[in-house]
């Protein structure tokens, strides 16, 4: 089945830095790569998502990256604010079917 | 997107009983599924609910554990049964199309 890895498990920036988190993954058959943001008590909310048919998109601060050659693919968050501070959980798998989490994420913004 | 609701939101209860957890979307899904989140950690697929199924539990979960209905495109429930502490988790249902959401999760308390 799909093994999802993420890296870093933890990530403090500063306010106005970027922060970067990468994902790989093991079943070259996924084609659906979601990033989820996570915050204290709340259910996953759906920042950006990837279909294996496009390398990059982008939404504001927030864009993601795939590399199917290599199998992993990676977010990218610009100009971090102290509201970006969550937990952030990449995923993959098959549009429409299950998906197979990685372990997460817990970013730190200090002001 | 999909406007997810389940109940209850939490519970706590004695070791040896049972919670069945319900989970309402406002329009017909295909694909519905159930997820467990032990505290501080990542999500685990514990089954796909399909429409007029049996559902299909992941490695590690199984029926008699954790019972599962669908009884049609918009609703779900899932069973804990026998519960130990162990079980103490939240369980969220996430519904699938080509994004997918997840509802608000229970979290439960086994005593």
């Known amino acids: 089945g799909e093994n999802v890895e993420q890296h870093p498990s933890t990530l403090s920036v500063q306010e106005g830095d970027s922060a970067v988190i990468k994902c790989t993954y093991s079943d070259s058959a996924s084609n659906y790569f979601p990033w989820y943001k996570q915050e204290l008590g709340k259910r996953p909310q759906l920042i950006i998502d990837?279909?294996?048919?496009?390398g990059e998109k982008k939404d504001q601060r927030i864009a993601v990256t795939l590399n199917k050659t290599a199998k992993h693919f990676s977010l990218h968050i610009t100009e971090t604010q102290p509201e970006d501070s969550a937990v952030y959980f990449c995923?993959?798998?098959?549009?429409?079917?299950?998906?197979?989490f990685g372990k997460g994420t817990s970013l730190l913004v200090t002001p | 997107s999909a406007v997810i609701s389940q109940k209850p939101s939490r519970d706590i209860c004695q070791r040896g009983t049972s919670l069945t957890i319900q989970c309402q979307v406002d329009?017909?899904?295909?694909?519905m599924f159930w997820y467990r989140q032990q505290p501080g950690q990542s999500l685990t697929l514990i089954a796909t609910a399909n429409q007029g199924s049996e559902a299909t539990y992941e490695s590690g979960f199984v029926i008699d554990k954790f019972p599962i209905s669908r009884p049609n495109l918009t609703f779900s429930t899932l069973t804990v049964s026998n519960m130990s502490p162990e079980d103490s988790s939240i369980y969220l249902c996430?519904?699938?199309?080509?994004?997918?959401?997840f509802g608000p999760g229970t979290r439960l308390t086994v005593l």
């Open positions: 996430s519904v699938g199309g080509d994004t997918q959401y």
């Open positions: 990837i279909r294996s048919n496009v």
């Open positions: 329009s017909q899904v295909t694909m």
């Open positions: 995923a993959a798998g098959n549009s429409g079917y299950a998906l197979n």
